[in-house]
């Protein structure tokens, strides 16, 4: 059974990844499962400083899903390096690192960072808010996006550059394109919704942050039409991400054209969930008598 | 050891009106927790609710692990239906338990209401020179007093209506009880509402005792990844799951 997928210069052993934050640094699972089964670990966005977070309540649960507003808490880019990367490194799977900034500077002296240290991979979050550009999102500014990607590009010339789009645009299919022509290898999505929970009888939000990342089974079928919207539009590998819970959710990703797929919510949901897809993933070809995944990929039947 | 395991429903009944014992048979090898660590339990085996619900283990024995737990919203619903037999999936033990008190001092525990729940286990491995202080806002609201008897160390109830033992508040009660014993000396151990918490680490403050609280926070793994447990300390922001939910009270920025 041939499970590896390519992601732009990269070979993943079988296509199941981690979504970024919901995998720590790796070290929360090992008691759960053996991270070396994985396709690749993405790992907690990093940032050039070290970030707090927001304060608590940072989650609650809705129908079918969750709310999150952690805040990008994360150890900085300096002791990821020195105290994270180490240990990661033990695992016999891909590391790609999430990176978020405030500036295009900042992206690119992290990403450079990373590659130097020889990390496999570099996914942008795109979804903060470009403080020179007073507070819009890359993730929903087409040019902003081209400029934060291009740049990165060329900072990191043969790093495997993967762009996460935010789900909060009119248009995914102009989005991803705009990844592509930039010079990212790869597509993931979705990020999450952004959404708001009510307490009925305090009259106040679930949330500190009042507003925060809708995920989960809720938006998987959000995601799968984003994928499959995006995966028409451009040539680079997509990878699918929204509400993966088990191996048949990850074939319908596959289905409708990602290349690979991330688990974040589905990891806290059930902590050996991404070790049970790749056994499932394996049954499900040999019951459908396919030798290789990438058969399947982008092999939806429509009308 | 497993830390993710499957447990079969030996019983599941109610102890009064809102709150229920869930005594479960893990069918696997688990590691024996420490008094004040938790489990994260599936409620239902279901999309919503989605995520397991974090519980502190009320008592072990050798085959069983026994939860008390309050009807608060669908996920606990969901829980009191469960049936004998049925089989639910549990992660644990998870986090910090109570740390043993330091020599010399001795053990005064503040229950309120379902905070017994943590206590309990740590009681029952403490020498019977312990004092155990315990408040509910009604007679009714107690859970477990037949086995709290059992224990058989200095017990002091309180009730927010007066309708039972003590009349006032628990942090109250502490209070007195410390300015009546001004020579001994104490470790207190803590476990309920928050604001009770916050009140008896004031009153801890104002004695010179040292303590621990155990906390409570919306989580959705239990193990450490989804940081969406933090609560603030002095030393930053840290997970309850992780780092708690027991903790030294004068880390905790109330």
Request: proline share 7%; aromatic share 8%.
């Amino acid at each position: 059974m041939d499970l590896s997928v390519s992601i732009g210069r990269l070979n993943l052993k079988n296509p199941v990844m981690t979504a970024s934050g919901t995998f720590g640094y790796g070290e929360e699972y090992t008691d759960f499962m053996d991270p070396s089964v994985l396709g690749g670990i993405i790992v907690k966005g990093i940032s050039l400083k070290p970030m707090e977070g927001n304060p608590p309540p940072r989650i609650c649960e809705t129908p079918c899903g969750m709310l999150n507003a952690i805040g990008l808490q994360n150890v900085g880019l300096k002791n990821f390096l020195k105290e994270k990367l180490p240990y990661l490194r033990k695992f016999e799977t891909k590391i790609i690192v999430n990176i978020l900034g405030k500036s295009i500077q900042e992206y690119v002296k992290i990403a450079k960072a990373l590659d130097g240290a020889g990390v496999d991979g570099i996914e942008l979050n795109v979804s903060c808010p470009n403080v020179k550009k007073g507070g819009i999102t890359f993730g929903t500014d087409q040019r902003s996006l081209s400029q934060l990607i291009n740049s990165v590009r060329q900072a990191v010339p043969s790093a495997t550059i993967i762009t996460k789009l935010s789900p909060n645009v009119s248009s995914i299919p102009d989005f991803a394109k705009t990844a592509e022509d930039a010079g990212s290898d790869a597509i993931s999505l979705i990020n999450t919704i952004p959404a708001l929970a009510i307490d009925p009888e305090t009259w106040k939000p679930r949330l500190a942050n009042v507003t925060g990342g809708l995920s989960g089974p809720a938006i998987k079928p959000i995601a799968l039409r984003m994928v499959w919207e995006a995966a028409q539009a451009v040539q680079i590998p997509v990878i699918g991400v929204g509400g993966i819970l088990n191996s048949s959710d990850a074939v319908e990703f596959l289905l409708a054209g990602a290349s690979a797929v991330q688990v974040g919510t589905g990891n806290f949901v059930n902590p050996r969930a991404t070790s049970e897809i790749v056994e499932g993933l394996s049954a499900y070809l040999q019951r459908k008598n396919i030798h290789s995944v990438s058969a399947i990929i982008g092999k939806l039947k429509t009308p | 050891m497993h830390k993710l395991f499957t447990a079969r429903v030996i019983e599941n009944r109610p102890v009064n009106h809102k709150n229920y014992l869930l005594t479960a048979q893990p069918l696997a090898a688990t590691a024996a927790p420490l008094p004040g660590q938790f489990y994260m339990i599936e409620t239902a085996r279901s999309l919503d609710p989605l995520l397991k619900r974090p519980f502190s283990y009320f008592r072990r024995t050798p085959d069983t692990l026994q939860f008390l737990y309050a009807l608060k919203g669908k996920g606990t619903a969901l829980m009191s239906t469960l049936a004998t037999g049925q089989e639910i999936r549990v992660i644990g033990p998870l986090g910090t338990g109570y740390p043993p008190p330091p020599k010399g001092t001795a053990p005064l525990l503040v229950a309120g209401g379902l905070g017994i729940a943590s206590l309990f286990s740590f009681a029952e491995t403490l020498s019977k020179k312990l004092c155990l202080l315990y408040g509910a806002r009604c007679r009714s609201d107690f859970l477990m007093l037949d086995e709290v008897d059992k224990l058989g160390c200095e017990v002091v109830t309180c009730t927010d209506d007066f309708s039972f033992g003590k009349g006032g508040k628990v942090t109250d009660v502490v209070s007195d009880f410390l300015s009546s014993s001004p020579k001994k000396r104490y470790t207190l151990y803590a476990c309920g509402p928050l604001p009770m918490l916050a009140a008896v680490s004031d009153t801890a403050r104002r004695h010179k005792i040292r303590g621990f609280v155990s906390l409570e926070e919306n989580m959705a793994c239990g193990f450490g990844a989804c940081l969406g447990c933090a609560v603030r300390t002095v030393r930053g922001y840290k997970r309850v799951c992780k780092e708690g939910p027991v903790f030294p009270i004068e880390e905790i920025v109330w």
